[in-house]
Nanobody, 127 residues
Framework: QVQLVESGGGLVQAGGSLRLSCAAS????????IAWFRQAPGKEREFVAG????????ENGDTVKGRFTISRDNAKNTVALQMNDLKPEDTAVYYC????????????????????WGQGTQVTVSS
């Protein structure tokens, strides 16, 4: 069982930046594909970005391409989400999620593919 803890959320003005971090509790983190999802009030949870356990494959959601970057440090059991040029529509609770994968290139955009979830961190972007 892996526990995920998100941090780095907060309040920022439009055009600003935030860096979210996801820390995992166990050593098998390096064999898990990791993704960030977000959920705004009244909306479904949506894929933001994902990275394979090798770090060799990464994907961004269509609404954040060119603005957000996901990266990981397996030695430190952490995944980061650098968010630049933030917009009010980026306001949401951001969740870190993990799934076991035998492939070093596997990344999924599908919510149901992930069995481990953090509690989330709030990101609020003011206009």
């Amino acid at each position: 069982q892996v526990q995920l803890v998100e941090s780095g959320g907060g309040l920022v003005q439009a055009g600003g930046s935030l860096r979210l971090s996801c820390a995992a509790s166990e050593g098998t983190f390096g064999t898990k594909s990791i993704a960030w999802f977000r959920q705004a009030p009244g909306k479904e949870r949506e894929f933001v970005a994902g990275i394979s356990w090798s770090g060799g494959s990464a994907e961004n959601g269509d609404t954040v391409k060119g603005r957000f970057t996901i990266s990981r440090d397996n030695a430190k059991n952490t995944v980061a989400l650098q968010m630049n040029d933030l917009k009010p529509e980026d306001t949401a609770v951001y969740y870190c999620a993990a799934t076991r994968s035998s492939s070093p290139w596997f990344v999924s955009r599908v919510l149901g593919a992930y069995g481990f979830w953090g509690q989330g961190t709030q990101v609020t972007v003011s206009s």
